[in-house]
C-alpha cells in the first residue's frame, strides 16, 4: 500500500436465515452486487421446509459466494472482514450460513460481523438514494415479522410495536392457500387485487392495544366466510377472486396503516419507511405514498431487490459495525429468535 493511502473497507457478507442463500460484497459503503439464489424445491409444499432449505444452503453458498466475489472482482486476501445473518431465522439454514462465515474469516484471520437481519431489513435504505434522517419510523412487514420501529441511528433501534401472532406476511400466504393459490401467494393476492374491488367484502379489524398488531383474528374469519359462501356456490372463489383479493390486501393494509399513522402522530415522526418482503407490496406502497400526502410524511422505499431476503443488506449492515469495531467472536453460535 502506498505511504498515506487508506485502505479500503471490503466486507463480504452472507445470508441464509431462510429459503435464499445470497452474498453480497460491500466495498467503504458501496453495495457492488447482490447474487440470490432461490430456492424452488418449498412451491410443491406450499411453504418453506426447514430441513430441505438447509440442504439446498449447503449446495448453494459455495457458488454464490465464488459468484459474489467474481462479480465485485474481489480476491479473497483484499477482504476486510466476513459478515453474517445471526438470526432471526430458521436454525438449520442459519447454521450453514453461520458456519460458512466463521471459517472464511478464520482461514483469512479477518473479523467477523454478526448481523441482526430484521435490522438489516431497515439499513437497506443506506445502500441507495435518498436515505432516510434520523430519527425514521419504518414499518418492516415480512412473512416472519411485524414491526413497527424508531430508528435513532444506524445502530440503535427501538422497536414500539409488533404482531402479538402472525405475521402479515404469514397472513397474506395462508389467506391465498385458503383461496388454493400456489405458494408464495402474497404476491398473487397483491396482483389480483389491483384489479378487484376493496370494499365488496368487508372483513373485522383487529385491535391491539398501543402500536400492537394482531393477524390470527383475521384469518380466522376469512377461512369461515369462504366456508359459508363455498356452502352456498362451490365455485364462489372462481367467480369473484379479484374482489376476495383486493378486499383482503386493504383490510391488511388498513391494520398496518391505522397503527403507523398512530405512532406517527404520537412519536411526531414524519419520515417515514417500509422494509421486508412485503414492503414490495404494490398496494401497500400506493397506499403509504397517498397517505404520504394528508399527513405532510417524507417517505422512503427500498429498491425491490432490497426488499426480500438478500445479503446486500447484510452487507450494509455490516459496513456500519466495522466503522463502529462491532466484531464478535468465533464462539458466535446462531439464535433463531434473536430480537433487534
Known amino acids: 500500500m502506498e505511504k498515506g493511502k487508506m485502505a479500503h473497507i471490503t466486507i463480504l457478507a452472507i445470508e441464509s436465515s431462510c429459503d435464499e442463500t445470497s452474498a453480497s460484497v460491500v466495498r467503504d459503503g458501496v453495495v457492488l452486487n447482490n447474487v440470490v439464489a432461490t430456492q424452488?424445491?418449498?412451491?410443491?409444499?406450499?411453504?418453506?421446509?426447514?430441513?430441505?432449505?438447509?440442504?439446498?444452503h449447503q449446495q448453494n453458498i459455495i457458488p454464490v459466494v465464488e459468484q459474489a466475489l467474481k462479480e465485485a472482482k474481489v480476491e479473497k486476501k483484499e477482504l476486510s472482514a466476513i459478515a453474517f445473518t445471526r438470526g432471526p431465522g430458521l436454525l438449520g439454514a442459519l447454521l450453514v450460513g453461520t458456519a460458512y462465515a466463521k471459517s472464511m474469516a478464520l482461514a483469512l484471520n479477518i473479523p467477523l460481523i454478526e448481523v441482526n437481519h430484521m435490522q438489516a431489513h431497515i439499513l437497506a435504505h443506506y445502500i441507495d438514494d435518498p436515505k432516510p434522517p434520523f430519527p425514521f419510523l419504518c414499518l418492516t412487514v415480512s412473512g416472519g415479522h411485524t414491526q413497527l420501529v424508531v430508528v435513532?441511528?444506524?445502530?440503535?433501534?427501538?422497536?414500539?410495536?409488533?404482531?402479538?401472532?402472525?405475521?402479515?406476511?404469514?397472513?397474506?400466504?395462508?389467506?391465498?392457500?385458503l383461496?388454493?393459490?400456489p405458494y408464495p401467494g402474497g404476491p398473487l393476492i397483491d396482483r389480483y387485487a389491483q384489479e378487484g374491488d376493496?370494499?365488496?367484502?368487508?372483513?373485522?379489524?383487529?385491535?391491539?392495544?398501543?402500536?400492537?398488531?394482531?393477524f390470527s383474528g383475521i384469518k380466522t374469519a376469512i377461512l369461515y366466510f369462504l366456508?359459508?359462501?363455498?356452502?352456498?356456490?362451490?365455485?364462489?372463489?372462481?367467480?369473484?377472486l379479484k374482489d376476495i383479493c383486493a378486499s383482503i390486501q386493504y383490510t391488511f393494509i388498513k391494520m398496518l396503516m391505522q397503527k403507523l399513522k398512530r405512532a406517527s402522530r404520537e412519536l411526531k415522526i414524519?419520515?417515514?419507511?417500509?422494509?421486508?418482503?412485503?414492503?414490495?407490496?404494490?398496494?401497500?406502497?400506493?397506499?403509504?405514498?397517498?397517505?404520504?400526502?394528508?399527513?405532510?410524511?417524507?417517505?422512503?422505499?427500498?429498491?425491490?431487490q432490497y426488499c426480500t431476503?438478500?445479503?446486500?443488506?447484510?452487507?450494509?449492515?455490516?459496513?456500519?459495525?466495522y466503522l463502529a469495531k462491532d466484531?464478535?467472536?468465533q464462539t458466535v453460535a446462531p439464535d433463531p429468535r434473536l430480537a433487534i
Request: proline share 3%.
Open 309 to 321: 431476503d438478500n445479503a446486500g443488506m447484510i452487507a450494509i449492515a455490516a459496513h456500519y459495525k
Open 152 to 177: 435513532k441511528s444506524h445502530l440503535e433501534m427501538e422497536v414500539v410495536g409488533k404482531t402479538l401472532d402472525d405475521a402479515v406476511g404469514e397472513a397474506f400466504d395462508k389467506s391465498a392457500k
Open 270 to 304: 414524519r419520515h417515514i419507511a417500509i422494509a421486508g418482503g412485503v414492503s414490495a407490496n404494490k398496494g401497500l406502497r400506493e397506499t403509504l405514498a397517498a397517505e404520504a400526502e394528508k399527513q405532510k410524511w417524507t417517505v422512503y422505499f427500498p429498491d425491490f
Open 179 to 181: 383461496l388454493g393459490l
Open 327 to 329: 466484531f464478535c467472536e
Open 198 to 214: 376493496p370494499h365488496r367484502f368487508e372483513f373485522p379489524l383487529s385491535e391491539m392495544e398501543g402500536y400492537n398488531y394482531s
Open 40 to 56: 424452488k424445491v418449498h412451491e410443491e409444499y406450499g411453504g418453506v421446509v426447514p430441513e430441505l432449505a438447509s440442504r439446498a
Open 227 to 240: 366456508q359459508k359462501e363455498k356452502r352456498k356456490d362451490a365455485d364462489f372463489v372462481a367467480h369473484n
